[in-house]
């Protein structure tokens, strides 16, 4: 008889009381011990309750397979497959050991990026804390006990205000006029030289007749649409876009990869510029606040400075040509020139005999002459210098929706509801006009190329014009269908030498038109 546990025959039989089953006795006995139960029925059993067997010697009967060499030798072969399915299954087992240690591995590195990314921003933060204090008049804190409360507020709190309410500015100083007029006086002269030699590299008329769409690129969020500005590095070819689900993207070129998108907007963002070589962005939003987007070394753009001077929409950044100030024009009438390094507003200029709001501003190429569009159809031209108004057109129907002078010096383009208009700075009079579209549809967008040999304007469509002198005809070169289906293309900007146009429209599209195959060799 066989043992009911092993289905051996047993060495040393016991037998149970209860289910009179036979066991290998050292079996049971440890059963016993650990369960307290029959392995069969599941019963209570005890060490009493099982009786020893009384059996002569019981000799093992060799099993078949050891009776002959084959037999043998197939037990050897057994034996060799299960270890070898043995040892396959470890090495799984040390594979699968593997992965989740780099995964593991992976995870820490990334926490670790996270953290070490965290620890700078808050010591930014500190920094700024500890800037804004400084910052704070010392009167504030030694006038605790004398001073009035109004509203909750202390008087000591506003004593960098004026008479009048507004906030004490700094002004333009003397060293900034005087980098101003050697940066006027250096590109002045560059400008000179440059007239007569159109850049080798520039795209010709031909090209631009054969530019189709390239590439569209989905840079800014499905449910809330739209592109309202752009700018281009021509160095780096990288894209700045500013859209209207409140963020900013900076997009490179060539690879079709976005670099950063730069969040911390509430509203849209009307206007993005490149500064500083590309290191800096500067935005303004309809949330009244513009802000200043350093680049760091993991490639994002990280907020440097959040500015709040301005009480109405900002519709407008323009950056000086030495990189070292910015102009930002808002729909509370007023203009801003920062210092661009410490985010300081110098001086606030407000018109006292314009209540309209500015929608669009640009600088003049030397730098010394600002131009502001404002939601009132005028067209205003600035000394910088001073910040006097040295010029207005008027002229237009509808809000100057965006502004750009030409690379010469003396050529003003401005678009608004009616079209676009082309000034001549030196006479100070609108010799040219272009009315692409019926009343009903607006243009858009202006720009001139950066070696102001071609003009292009968008609305309902995209259209390039040559430039010509002011009484030769502008030919028309080449119009372009707005693709996005939306009928407003917002914003449009030359590429480096004019070898491609990127427009943004009221779709989340980026769209790159230029020449069919030179996009491709550069890929």
């Not at 910052?135 to 004593?159: F, H, L, W, Y």
């Not at 002045?188 to 159109?198: L, M, V």
């Amino acid at each position: 008889m066989n043992c009911s546990i092993s289905g051996e025959v047993p060495e040393d039989p016991v037998v149970s009381k209860k289910s009179g089953l036979l066991f290998e006795k050292r079996l049971i006995e440890r059963h016993i011990s650990d369960y307290g139960k029959c392995p069969i029925t599941g019963e209570p059993l005890t060490a009493d309750d099982i009786i020893p067997v009384k059996t002569g010697k019981i000799v093992k009967p060799r099993p078949v397979q050891a009776a002959s060499i084959p037999g043998m030798l197939g037990m050897f072969q057994i034996e060799w497959d299960g270890l070898m399915l043995s040892n396959f299954a470890l090495e799984q087992q040390l594979h699968t050991a593997r992965q989740e240690l780099s995964h593991a591995l992976y995870q820490h590195d990334a926490a670790c990026r996270v953290i070490a990314r965290l620890k700078k921003e808050r010591d930014e933060a500190r920094g700024l804390l500890a800037q804004a204090e400084r910052q704070i008049p010392m009167a504030a804190t030694t006038a605790v006990g004398t001073t009035t409360v109004s509203n909750g507020k202390r008087a000591a709190e506003d004593e960098d205000t004026g008479p009048d309410g507004k906030k004490i500015r700094p002004g333009i100083s003397h060293s900034v006029i005087e980098t101003l007029t050697e940066c006027n006086a250096g590109l002045s002269q560059q400008r000179k030289k440059r007239q007569t030699n159109i850049p080798a590299t520039l795209a010709p008329v031909d090209a631009l007749v054969r530019y189709t769409q390239l590439n569209s690129f989905p840079l800014h969020k499905t449910n809330k649409p739209g592109i309202l500005s752009l700018d281009i590095h021509y160095a780096k070819d990288i894209i700045a876009t500013g859209g209207v689900d409140s963020n900013a993207v900076v997009f490179d070129r060539p690879s079709g990869q976005i670099i950063s998108t730069l969040s911390g907007h509430s509203k849209r963002v009307t206007s993005v510029k490149f500064a500083a070589e590309g290191e800096l962005v500067v935005s303004g939003s309809a949330d009244k606040t513009v802000r200043v987007w350093q680049s760091s070394e993991n490639g994002n753009y990280d907020c440097r400075h959040v500015l709040k001077d301005h009480t109405a929409e900002v519709q407008a950044v323009t950056v000086h040509a030495t990189n070292n100030y910015f102009v930002t024009a808002s729909l509370d009438s007023t203009w801003c020139f920062y210092d661009l390094a410490s985010g300081l507003c110098l001086t606030q200029v407000a018109d006292a005999s314009e209540s309209e709001g500015y929608t669009s501003a640009a600088f003049h190429p030397d730098g010394l002459i600002l131009g502001t569009g404002t939601s009132g159809s005028l067209v205003k031209i600035w000394d910088v210098k001073s910040q006097a108004n040295v010029a207005k057109f008027d002229g237009h129907v509808g809000s100057v929706t965006a502004i750009s002078f030409s690379e010469n010096g003396y050529f003003l383009a401005t678009a608004a509801h009616d079209g676009v208009k082309l000034w001549d700075l030196r006479k100070l009079k609108n010799f040219r006009t272009f009315a692409p579209y019926d009343e009903n549809t607006p243009t858009q967008s202006v720009e001139f190329d950066h070696s102001g040999s071609y003009l292009a304007l968008g609305g309902s469509d995209i259209r390039v014009y040559q430039v010509a002198s002011v009484k030769a005809d502008w030919n028309h070169i080449k119009t372009f269908p707005d693709l996005s289906g939306t009928g407003k293309a917002t914003c449009l900007k030359f590429g480096p030498d004019a070898t491609y146009i990127a427009v943004g429209s009221m779709d989340r599209n980026l769209r790159i038109f230029g020449l069919p195959g030179e996009d491709q060799m550069e890929g």
